[in-house]
């Protein structure tokens, strides 16, 4: 039995368990089955929405390839291709995902905007109030269609630079275990559900970073300080860096300066969708200074080797890394 039109319309009838979502939402825009998915979606859209034109769908097409930069190789994507393509099927779907609650008489307070990248994809978009983000791969933004008059909230999973705009109201960045709040100011936020550091590097301007223990932690970042929480001693600790480095990624580059490869190979892990595997007794503490551009990863895993005692071989399309 075909289960991809009952998992499309779980969601989209808000059915789906809350565990499954996160998982639904990287599947839709992977590669597997796109063909499928995309005539399910595109199904769904002209039988559920058919008081938006022709014109009116080209359009907002448009203007959402303008600001998606999902392609590995940094193309385009052409807004002409059949709608509901796979890679901005979440995009439209917040314009679907009003309606069918609608009709389900479902309350909404305000719809949602859900923004996700795949894996090796990275996404540029503008959010409601003009704020520029730019999200890293694997990772996911939710925000309001329009945000309120007290304040500009966004939620996090992965990693993601923000530009805002200046405004009175203040703008919150919500992930797991921390929140940033600015008013105008460009920084970047990590924090991936696999694991337990979330970090805030400051650009320009300043952030207030605040946990979500029962007692609060604060701490007010100035330009290039790195801020990183520990979920497991739930310590904060702020380090002076050259945040370039840190947002070198929204230019298709990977700068390490003085890095420890423990946190280099989880970069390389993400930034090449590839795994290693590293027994415990083997020490990661060495600290490497180089840039990544157009290597692959082999090459990059060579220089490594040549610079260290360690040794790296490739088994059945996984890493494995020994003394």
């Not at 805002?164 to 109201?169: D, L, N």
């Not at 105008?184 to 946990?211: E, N, P, W």
């Not at 298709?252 to 390389?268: D, R």
Request: proline content about 3%.
């Amino acid at each position: 039995m075909n289960k991809i039109p009952y998992i499309l319309n779980s969601y989209l009838q808000n059915k789906l368990p809350e565990s499954l979502q996160a998982m639904f939402k990287l599947w839709l825009v992977s590669p597997k089955d796109s063909k499928e998915k995309d005539a399910i979606l595109k199904d769904i859209y002209e039988n559920t929405i058919p008081d938006y034109s022709e014109e009116e769908v080209e359009r907002q097409l448009r203007v959402i390839h303008e600001e998606l930069a999902l392609d590995k190789i940094g193309k385009k994507i052409d807004y002409k291709k059949p709608i509901l393509i796979a890679a901005v099927s979440i995009t439209l779907l917040a314009i679907v995902l009003g309606k069918c609650y609608l009709m389900d008489n479902v309350s909404l307070a305000s719809n949602k905007l859900i923004y996700i990248t795949a894996e090796q994809s990275k996404g540029k978009f503008t959010l409601p109030d003009g704020s520029k983000v730019f999200l890293n791969s694997s990772s996911q933004l939710e925000c309001p269609e329009t945000f309120d008059a007290k304040e500009r909230k966004v939620k996090l999973e992965g990693e993601a630079y923000f530009d805002v705009k200046h405004g009175e109201e203040p703008f919150i960045v919500d992930t797991r275990n921390i929140s940033v709040k600015v008013l105008g100011t460009a920084f970047d936020v990590k924090c991936y559900k696999d694991r337990d550091i979330s970090q805030v590097v400051l650009h320009r301007g300043s952030v207030m970073l605040q946990t979500k223990e029962e007692i609060p932690q604060r701490v007010k970042l100035n330009v290039n300080q790195k801020a990183e929480f520990r979920e497991n001693s739930s310590q904060i600790t702020v380090n002076d860096v050259l945040s370039e480095y840190y947002i070198s990624w929204t230019k298709n580059k990977l700068v390490f300066e003085n890095e420890s490869l423990a946190n280099i190979l989880v970069s390389l892990q993400r930034w090449y969708n590839m795994d290693f595997i590293i027994p415990n007794d083997i020490d990661l503490d060495y600290r490497l200074s180089f840039v990544v551009r157009n290597e692959s990863v082999e090459e990059v895993l060579r220089n490594i080797s040549k610079v260290t005692p360690l040794k790296i071989a490739k088994e059945k399309g996984i890493f494995i890394i020994s003394q």
